[in-house]
């Protein structure tokens, strides 16, 4: 059950990453209410997640579906550039991850 905390709290992470770069685009609070809560729904996940996975494991975990997330989410809905460079690195990122999970 940790891991799926812990991939929710990714996920909750995207939302939070994502309604900032909205907010700084519409300003309009619906936008930030949708901040607050992805980043708290993420914080609240990992810290349930943190209960049972080692600290170093769950946090590099985290933060790479959230840094990986944040970078396919610019480039699917906000029309950042998909250069293939960009896509093998976010790859390894993922990899990464994985590569935690296996080990632990």
Not at 50 to 64: D, K, N, S
């Amino acid at each position: 059950m940790a891991w799926v905390s812990l991939i929710l709290a990714g996920i909750c992470e995207m939302l939070g990453v994502s309604m900032i770069n909205k907010l700084h685009k519409d300003r309009n609070w619906q936008s930030f209410v949708m901040l607050l809560l992805g980043f708290g729904a993420s914080f609240l996940f990992l810290t349930y997640a943190m209960q049972t996975l080692p600290m170093g494991t769950a946090y590099a975990i985290w933060t790479g579906i959230g840094t990986a997330g944040g970078a396919i989410l610019g480039m699917v809905y906000f029309g950042e550039s998909r250069d293939w460079k960009r896509i093998v690195f976010i790859a390894m990122v993922l990899s990464a991850a994985l590569g935690l999970k296996l080990v632990s």
